[in-house]
């Protein structure tokens, strides 16, 4: 597809798991946006980076690709929730809740949990449950062990610093009523998993340390409910009971040959039934409590109208709603889920529907049973105008009309909708006015629905005693065989709402939930509601309940949930965290060690194939100097000029190469020299080069002693070669601007350097070929009678020849030469000042201004020196610099130097080639 991916949908791919770079590959490769889903799944089939995961990550790709198959076989999950990440990925952010894993067609599970997990009296029991010293087997076992798998995840909840944690034990020691586990993926209906959840917390925990079973197995009397619990697993003064369910008390009035008869009982409901069609939680559940049934059969058999009442007795803790959405479709015998819209409060009154109201309630109810046929009436009559012929809005219909009238123009030949001008104007006319009755008879109807509504709910206000809060929302996307749920459940203390989609966590806007809760988009909407006692929001406003910190921040574990841990707990999170840590750690080095195997190899290729380069590029040059382009190919050089051969310290080099790649690789920049990383650290890297690199290429599992010296040696020489290398280039410059004055000065300040050395260095025999060339070519340049004269110059190389450097191995004839240049210029120009000039160097007058000159090296010239420097270094060093500035700038030097001052360099030789002195005629045509 051309276009580009909306952020939105971007969104939800990457929501569903997916990497941004992948789905933008599948959006470029797909020809519609049905094709994408697609496309991506079979890029994520493709992508072989899965199977090179290290061990530690096995569980985490089998668990993907058992939802990227999930998903497969599930299309309509459209947000369902999987992603491949890593542990420092995994990391949970401060102030955001825990998320749960999903372990295949189990979200509907996770929304519950998460539910529960938000009620503290619940978490607070199964924290503080101790089982049983003495374990049975069987159905009672395996409820004590869920209970303790609970336990181990709320505690992960708690205090985990992952972004979400495994319901895995949880899910998988689920059993039914006759001690079977249930198989994952397979109860896929909400009510019945939760049926059976609930029913064996409530039995492990009637074990809870030495206490007594208030449970008896007994037969279940008809057929099992999805939506109410007739096990004996549950009774009234469980404490899952008292939290999670209300008591229904029953009553049923029917005839019998003639006789009022009545039938009550009570029962326990989770969820309370609610009916789509009621369109809003008030009446439905009105219709819950209140229900006719028209063809029910008595003792007698006679079919008779029956009245049977569900009221509430006792309000209970939370107050839970399933909406029925599926239905069962006889022409396409299936299920089908209904999307209509479905409006519920955030605030609810309970009391009319509580059993000790009943009658006032019923009169009530009575009384408005007229104003309730009148709103029925004028609903249909709004739906007829909003559902025009059970299908568009009258108003909409109406408008349609006119733009097709208005295209039927002169106006607008070429529009496809006009079929030949018509004047239609006052048929427009017409319809715009019925468009315009149609929208004020839509506002009549609705004030008259709402005024209505105001007095029913009026008479109500005397029912106002027990308030309950929304607290969570369970949504479902998808239709009635398939999809995906995720659940929005609100902090009241913080006054947010979050999201949990499964691993995924994040806050939402009020909007958005109840956008996503009513049904605003088709397949999204509401299927479970639970409420929560207004006492118990109160105390959830006014104490920190869950602070959600993470165990680097200093509130970690400083909330009503951390006080129900004791010390074991304590640890248990900790450790935890710990192996957490570790993982990441490991993660992060096995990620690192990776990219310095990359780095080392672009390293190691680019030293051997650039020195190969190197060599056979100057192989022709006699008088060279060491390469300095970095510091493994100078050992290479040093080598080579050593031994006439390049591997003597071949493995030397691989640990330098292995130091600077590491160094890029890590954030603090530390490398293995210098004592800095771990030898446990350091032996990953081997074990990972070992497997990767031949034994030509990788280096030895540790340098030997002799080795390690001749490192250190290797990086002084390295340092000081470079060093004086910089101040040798700019000599050079110095000389090609015919700088001289610069140039003695920087002379002096090499030949001081390099008067240590070997004699064989070098840059000692550059500084000692320049200690006479120098001076040949700033005397005879002035000797021509043509020329001019520079008594600064003189008087600083007089400075600079006293110091008499390398006298030793000076020219035979050398101190008489100077002598016979310096008169050549007398003759030719007869100045007294070079007069003066030679009685000092004769006499060795060491005059302290020209001294003091000659000692003096300009801060311009320093900093060109430091910044030449500077871009040599031993342990930063690119492996794709590819000039070698100081050797280039060396040679390169050279070379204009014998052209520029080819005279001179012939004067220099025939010095050192003279039995006796070169006179002043013999100079003079030499310069010519």
């Known amino acids: 597809m051309k276009t580009q991916i909306n952020q939105e949908l971007l969104d939800q791919y990457i929501g569903m798991g997916f990497s ?29 980076a899965l199977s090179n995961t290290p061990t530690k990550q096995d569980e985490e790709i089998q668990l993907n690709q058992a939802l990227i198959d ?94 979400y944690v495994d319901p895995s034990d949880v899910v998988k020691s689920i059993c039914d009523d006759f001690g079977n586990v249930l198989p994952i993926g397979d109860q896929k209906d909400v009510g019945e998993f939760n049926h059976y959840f609930l029913s064996r917390i409530g039995e492990g925990l009637a074990y809870n340390e030495h206490q007594s079973s208030k449970i008896e197995d007994q037969p279940h009397e008809g057929s099992s409910s999805i939506l109410r619990l007739k096990s004996s697993t549950i009774h009234d003064e469980d404490a899952v009971s008292k939290l999670f369910f209300c008591k229904v008390h029953h009553y049923l009035q029917f005839d019998q040959a ?97 059993y000790e109201n009943s009658k006032r309630y019923l009169d009530i109810r009575t009384q408005n049973r007229e ?84 007095k029913i709910q009026a008479s109500y206000n005397n029912f106002k005693g027990n308030k309950y809060y929304l607290q969570s929302i369970l949504i479902h ?71 959600y910190k993470t165990s680097t921040e200093k509130d970690y574990l400083q909330d009503t949930y951390g006080s129900f841990l004791n010390q074991n707990q304590i640890e248990s999170i900790k450790r935890e965290n710990q192996l957490f840590l570790n993982e990441i750690e490991d993660y992060k080095q096995a990620r690192i060690i990776e990219r310095i195997a990359e780095a080392y190899q672009t390293r190691f290729e680019f030293v051997n194939e650039q020195f190969r380069t190197i060599v056979n590029k100057t192989q022709n040059i006699k008088f060279k100097p060491l390469f300095t382009q970095n510091f493994p190919i100078y050992i290479k050089c040093k080598a080579t000029q050593l031994s006439n051969q390049n591997t003597q310290h071949d493995n030397l080099i691989k640990w330098i190469i292995l130091d600077s790649a590491l160094r890029e690789v890590q954030e603090n920049k530390e490398g293995i020299f210098g004592g800095q990383i771990s030898e446990n650290f350091q032996n990953k890297i081997i074990n990972k080069f070992v497997a990767q690199f031949n034994e030509f290429k990788r280096p030895t599992s540790k340098l030997t002693l002799s080795e390690q010296n001749d490192l250190n040696k290797f990086e002084q020489e390295y340092l000081l070669y470079v060093n004086l290398g910089s101040w040798a280039t700019i000599i050079l410059e110095l000389l090609e601007k015919k700088d001289f004055i610069q140039t003695l000065q920087v002379l002096q300040c090499l030949t001081k350097k390099v008067k240590t050395l070997e004699q064989q260095n070098y840059f000692f025999k550059f500084t000692k070929n320049l200690k006479t060339l120098v001076p040949i070519i700033l005397i005879c340049k002035m000797i021509p009678k043509e020329s001019e004269v520079n008594l600064k110059e003189l008087q600083l190389l007089q400075a600079y020849l006293i110091h008499k450097h390398f006298e030793y191995d000076d020219p035979k004839y050398w101190q008489t030469e100077i002598s016979i240049m310096l008169n050549s210029i007398i003759e030719n120009h007869n100045q007294q000042d070079v007069k003066e000039i030679i009685v000092n160097f004769e006499v060795g007058n060491k005059i302290k201004e020209n001294m003091d000159l000659l000692e003096f090296v300009s801060e311009e010239i320093r900093n060109q020196q430091l910044a030449l420097n ?59």
């Open 20 to 48: 941004k770079e992948l789905i933008i590959m599948a959006w470029e490769e797909s020809n519609t946006e049905a094709d994408v889903i697609n496309t991506l799944l079979t890029l994520s089939d493709k992508n072989n």
């Open 70 to 163: 999930s998903y497969k076989t599930n299309p309509q999950a459209a947000t369902s929730t999987f992603e491949i990440v890593s542990p420092e990925q995994r990391k949970r952010n401060n102030d955001v809740p825990c998320g749960l894993k999903n372990v295949g067609n189990t979200c509907y599970f996770n929304g519950l949990l998460q539910t529960y997990f938000f009620n503290s009296d619940f978490v607070k029991i199964i924290i503080k449950f101790q089982p049983p010293a003495q374990i049975e087997q069987g159905k009672q076992g395996k409820s004590i062990q869920l209970v303790q798998n609970l336990q181990h995840l709320f505690l992960s909840m708690i205090g985990s610093d992952k972004k």
């Open 258 to 354: 003639g006789v009022p008869q009545s039938r009550d009982s009570t029962e326990l409901y989770n969820f309370i039934p609610i009916d789509l069609k009621d369109g809003n939680l008030y009446d439905a559940f009105d219709n819950f409590v209140v229900n006719s049934i028209e063809d029910f059969k008595n003792d007698l058999s006679e079919t008779v109208c029956a009245t049977k009442y569900n009221w509430i007795q006792g309000a209970p803790q939370t107050l839970s709603f399933q909406i029925q959405r599926v239905t069962y479709s006889k022409e396409k015998n299936d299920l089908i889920k209904q999307n209509d819209e479905f409006l519920f409060e955030e605030e609810i009154y309970l009391d009319r529907f509580l």
């Open 371 to 454: 104003l309730k046929i009148k709103q029925k009436l004028i609903k249909q009559e709004l739906q007829q105008l909003s559902k025009f012929d059970d299908k568009y809005d009258l108003q909409d219909v109406l408008l349609t009309t006119v733009k097709f009238l208005e295209m039927q123009s002169k106006d607008k030949p070429n529009n496809p909708a006009n079929f030949g001008p018509s004047d239609q104007k006052h048929t427009i006319e017409q319809l715009l006015k019925y468009s315009q009755q149609v929208l004020k008879r839509k506002e009549v109807l609705q004030q008259q629905y709402n005024d209505l509504e105001e």
């Open 477 to 547: 996307e998808g239709m009635a065989n398939s999809g995906h749920y995720y659940t929005y459940i609100k902090d009241f203390r913080l006054n947010k709402w979050f999201k949990f989609n499964d691993i995924r966590v994040t806050e939402e806007t009020r909007e958005k939930v109840f956008q996503d809760a009513i049904g605003v988009k088709p397949g999204i909407n509401a299927y479970l509601l639970v409420y929560l006692k207004d006492e118990l929001v109160q105390e959830e406003i006014k104490y920190p309940k869950r602070l």
């Open 870 to 928: 500077s871009s040599y270094e031993i342990y930063f060093w690119s492996p794709y610099q590819k000039q070698d500035i100081i050797f280039d700038k060396l040679v390169e030097g050279m070379n204009k130097l014998k052209v520029l001052f080819e005279p001179y360099i012939k004067i220099q030789q025939a010095l050192k080639d003279a039995i006796q002195p070169l006179m002043k005629e013999d100079l003079e045509n030499m310069i010519k």
